[in-house]
């Protein structure tokens, strides 16, 4: 029980990556409140972690665009598990659209989930754990760091994300905070509805593009195997001296300094 006593917030808990890390910190001990927009789904991830233990995990409504929601989602957290010992920020939103299309409200929405949904996020989780320090730890994407076609507005607010986490990392050191960025390649429900958007023929060249360029596995990740243990760890005590890094899970596809 790696993270026994370790008192955690979840964005984005209700499916894919964070439906995996609710569970994956429960296993190891942790008290878990996850946070997500999907009423339904978030409560019933968070009841079967409860039940299957040995930490325990509760739900909460909240919209990571909003200020308010955050902020009074956050409190409640911090007042159900008696304090907080990381926030890991899940939560984010894509879609892919030819960038010569794409809106300002398409534009906006995306940055008022990813850009503005970390600040809110990680402004509402500091003024609790820099009493006695903790972890930040932000879901970025190789978007931010390579660029990828038809998403130029999610790759920017990924790209905003990596800077945002090296500025706060200078910032909250002093609380004894680390604020790391994650770069996952995970095959989710985000990645299956971009496959099902793209036709047999652009989905066969994707396929070969991921076999040539991953150098473990040449396919997306299993969250449960490939991304939770690292994450286990990076909330814990052994990543203390670790921050302000984007940390890129991605099978060997995406080299970054
Ligand atoms: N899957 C990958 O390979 C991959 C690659 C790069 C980056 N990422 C990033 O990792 C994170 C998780 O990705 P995923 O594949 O699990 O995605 P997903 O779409 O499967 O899950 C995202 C979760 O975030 C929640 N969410 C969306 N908007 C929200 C909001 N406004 N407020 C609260 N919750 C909200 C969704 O309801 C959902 O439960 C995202 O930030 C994504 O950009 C994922």
Redesign the pocket.
């Known amino acids: 029980m790696e993270l026994a006593g370790k008192r955690i917030v979840v964005?984005?808990?209700?499916?894919?990556?964070?439906?995996e890390l609710v569970a994956a910190f429960v296993h190891e001990g942790a008290a878990v409140v996850s946070?997500?927009?999907?009423a339904d789904?978030?409560r019933q991830i968070a009841a079967a972690a409860n039940k299957a233990g040995p930490g325990t995990a509760e739900f909460l409504v909240?919209?990571?665009?909003s200020r308010a929601e955050v902020n009074a989602a956050i409190d409640e957290a911090v007042r159900l598990l008696g304090g907080l010992d990381a926030l890991v920020h899940?939560?984010?939103?894509?879609h892919q659209i030819d960038t010569e299309d794409l809106t300002e409200e398409q534009w906006d929405r995306v940055f008022d989930?990813?850009v503005k949904?970390t600040l809110f996020t990680n402004q509402a989780a500091v003024r609790h754990l820099k009493a006695s320090g903790g972890r930040i730890l932000d879901?970025?994407?190789?978007?931010g760091l390579i660029g990828y076609p038809r998403q130029s507005h999610?790759a920017a607010s990924?790209g905003a994300v990596v800077a945002f986490v090296r500025s706060v990392a200078r910032e909250w050191g002093k609380y004894g905070i680390t604020v790391n960025a994650?770069?996952?390649?995970?095959?989710?429900?985000?990645?299956e509805?971009a496959r099902a958007r793209r036709s047999p023929e652009e989905l066969a060249a994707h396929d070969e593009e991921r076999k040539a360029s991953m150098c473990i596995d040449g396919r997306?990740g299993d969250?449960q195997r490939d991304l939770a243990p690292f994450m286990v760890f990076m909330v814990g005590a052994g990543s203390r001296f670790i921050s302000g890094q984007t940390l890129v899970v991605?099978g060997g596809r995406t080299f970054t300094r």
């Open positions: 964005t984005g808990g209700a499916r894919g990556i964070g439906e946070l997500d927009v999907l789904a978030g909240c919209d990571v665009a899940v939560a984010g939103i894509t989930v990813n949904g879901f970025a994407s190789g978007a999610y990924k994650i770069c996952p390649a995970m095959w989710t429900p985000m990645y509805e997306m969250t991605d």
